[in-house]
């Protein structure tokens, strides 16, 4: 009975089972982790006014609770007033605390800077705001709308700045263009670009002063708190982002004003150094990546693939290819970056610089970092999965369907297209998968090619010619990497660790599980027993 056990392979089915249970676990358990510290970073939490055995008080949000070495129970607060106690987070052991209460008039205020406060509020100031009568709390509420009004007015008019800023820049080019090349100053065309610059210019002055104007108006109203010692603080109404009182939110409250926080995370631009506010610009340079990618190395490997199979000839140099490319999808990532970095951002991209913009040299246009050299970076990267995948598709039909087609008269570009490449697509989409999500999850081969901690435009834009190819970006893998290590206030930042991974994750699982349909609907279609 023992030896067919052996004979049969049982104790390696059992260890592949284990296996796969293994790593079923694993997944599971790093999604929950994920998952479970993820989700309610945006639930507003209930402010503890905790009162010590010493007397003194502290107000802030029940973050997690542990044991010490020494077994004895204690608690973190987030008690924020960075600015007040140079400190966002305090640990309390149990023992010292004499009482905990929930205060109906205790506010948490999400600022621009400083992180949160947590207080009580004592008085409003306004300057050029006119509310109606009532408590400090109702006219905050009736004066906050008006001031996001204004504030909207502030951007529509930074909107602007841009946008002259732009054609400066570009009336700029032109003119460094003409010097390059030896027009002087009293040259028509360059004293028609010269008026049109300086009428840009008075133009950006214009803008200024308004926005200077409008920013000076919205500086006058104050709001001011106190903590529970007594310590007041006056907030700039336009320093405000939010404020509430969770305390005595009922369910709907809570569940709008978490609504309110994931849409601001998913279209705002990112605060606090990265820590608070939205990853818009991550999330649109993470997708880009991708799809640029996807773009440059999908037709590559699958070319390559379908040569490799279909048209090379056996022997000692395929051979040695197919060894080079098994070899390179097992090379780290930084190796791709390092060769992304030498040869496209200092070799192609400088050789552009030279040819097409001399006159902006030494500041490179293309010899420096930018989502075209990460992509292409990337794709390099993820050709060899590309490639082996489509080798390994295209070898699992059967040799009779070739046969059979070249017997009906088809020549064999005719058999490719119409019946191999058809068929193999479930498998060559297959290699697409993992390719795709391997690049969504890459980080160092980004670090040295373009990817930044703050990009103040997106490579997509409504200015002429839209696609930017050389610029920076910025990307969620190297946000989770820049919050999470080199963060000033790492603690701080921890919550947003967690939702960028979280998001990262779904980014990932929403691309696979479309390439994922699209595979199965090839596979309904393309299968042998629909031939």
Known sequence: MNKLFYKRGEPFIWATGASLTLILVMTVTLVWVVLSHGIGVFWPAQLEL??????????????????????????????????????????????????????????AIERREYGNFHGFLQEIRLADISVGDGTPWQRLQQALPVVATRQ??????????????????????????????????????????????????????????????????????????????????????????????????????????????VWEFFSANPRESNTEGGLFPAIFGTVMLVLLMSILSFPLGVI???????????????????IAVNNLAGIPSIVYGIFGLGFFVYGIGSGIDQIFFPERLPTPTFGTGGILWASLTLGLLTVPVVIVATEEALGAIPGGIREGSLALGATKFQTLYKLLVPMASPGIMTGFILAMARAAGEVA?????????????????????????????????????????????????????????????????LMSSTAIILRNRMKRKYSLGSV
């Open 152 to 261: 909207h007015a502030v951007s529509a008019v930074t909107d602007n700045i841009t946008t002259v800023n732009v054609r400066m820049a570009k009336i700029d080019q032109r003119i460094a263009k003409l010097r390059y090349q030896g027009v002087g100053e009293n040259d028509p065309n360059m004293q028609g670009l010269a008026a049109e610059r300086q009428t840009l210019h008075e133009e950006f002055s214009a803008i200024v002063a308004e926005r200077n104007a409008l920013t000076a108006a919205l500086a006058g109203n104050l709001a001011v708190f106190a903590d529970t010692n007594g310590r007041t603080r006056e907030i700039a109404l336009d320093d405000i982002v939010r404020v509430y009182r969770p305390n005595v939110m009922g369910p709907a409250a809570k569940i709008r004003h978490y609504g309110a926080r």
């Open 445 to 509: 081969p980004l670090m040295i090619t373009g990817v930044v901690k703050l990009a103040p435009t997106l490579p997509l834009d409504g200015n002429f010619p839209y696609l930017h190819f050389d610029r920076k970006f910025m990307h969620l893998g190297f946000h989770i990497y820049d919050i999470g290590f080199q963060s000033p206030n790492v603690e701080a930042a921890k919550p947003m660790v967690f939702v960028t991974t979280l998001l990262l994750l779904l980014i990932v699982i």
């Open 304 to 322: 390559a693939g379908i040569y490799l199979r279909e048209y090379a000839k056996e022997g000692i140099i395929v051979r040695l290819v197919r």
């Open 50 to 107: 905790v009162t010590l055995t010493d007397g003194s008080t502290i107000l802030g949000q029940r973050m997690q609770k542990e044991l010490t070495p020494a077994g004895k129970e204690r608690i973190q607060y987030k008690i924020g007033n960075r600015d007040l106690y140079g400190l966002d987070f305090r640990w309390i052991e149990s023992e010292h605390v004499a009482s905990i209460s929930l205060p109906e008039e205790a506010v």
